[in-house]
């Protein structure tokens, strides 16, 4: 079975500040994709960065960077510089590259605070 | 120039009754899903419809009846509405094996079941 877990139901920041929001996953195949959605309260689902699990190089996306360790099975996100508007829920996903089609595993979500 | 688009956003309905709720993009994608996020924000694969062809149907009521019509729209049926119904639904589609498998989401349908 492929799991997602968020260990931090919350996390907070100040403004201009860094945070790491951790991801730890589970998977028997070698091939897959993860990814970082932020859901602001909007509801809308933003995707933040993505990471192919055959690259070895970590993703980036201007202020947003990914921590990713395939053999311990983790992917977390680095925030730099945060913003106000960064403050949302993030959640981490899981897709296996020749599995159901669009199976996104989601994460249970870490809700972000930034103070400013 | 909206990629994904649901409507109704926001819908208030009675026990018992039938809604739906529709989607398009114009990403020109070739896979499309429903997603269920509940209450405490948790996010499932409902549906996947490749080619309006289904694909992924997780382990949802009958009373829950997607509908393509072509490849642009996955629409949402729903029959005889409970309150354990009331969620956000989220439309998303995807090129698979473009793009990374991206999945890119509508806005949200926010389901309130009273």
């Known amino acids: 079975a492929q799991t997602v877990t968020q260990s931090q139901p919350e996390m907070s920041v100040q403004e201009a500040e860094t945070v790491t929001l951790s991801c730890t996953y589970d998977?028997?195949?070698?091939?897959?994709?993860l990814f970082w959605y932020k859901q602001p309260p909007s509801r809308q689902m933003i995707l933040v960065i993505r990471q192919e699990a055959y690259k070895q190089q970590n993703a980036t996306e201007n202020r947003f960077s990914v921590n990713f360790q395939k053999a311990a099975k983790s992917f977390s996100l680095k925030i730099s510089d945060s913003q106000l508007g960064d403050a949302a829920m993030y959640f981490c996903?899981?897709?296996?590259?020749?599995?159901?089609?669009?199976?996104?595993?989601f994460g249970k979500g870490t809700k972000l605070s930034v103070k400013p | 120039d909206t990629a994904v688009s649901q409507t109704p956003k926001y819908l208030v309905t009675q026990m018992g009754n039938d809604k739906s709720i529709k989607c398009e993009q114009n990403?020109?994608?070739?896979?499309m899903y429903w997603y269920k996020q509940d209450s405490k924000k948790f996010l499932k694969i409902m549906f996947s419809?490749?080619?309006?062809?289904?694909?992924i149907n997780e382990t949802v009521p009958n009373r829950f009846s997607p509908k393509s019509p072509d490849k642009a729209h996955l629409n949402l049926h729903i029959n005889s509405l409970e309150l354990g119904d009331s969620a956000v639904y989220f439309c998303?589609?995807?090129?698979?094996?473009?793009?990374?498998?991206?999945?890119?989401f509508g806005e949200g349908s926010w389901l309130t079941v009273v």
């Open positions: 996903a899981l897709m296996n590259y020749g599995g159901s089609q669009g199976n996104l595993i």
């Open positions: 998977t028997s195949e070698s091939d897959y994709y």
């Open positions: 990403l020109g994608h070739d896979t």
């Open positions: 998303a589609s995807s090129q698979p094996r473009r793009s990374g498998n991206t999945i890119y």
């Open positions: 419809y490749n080619n309006k062809e289904l694909i």
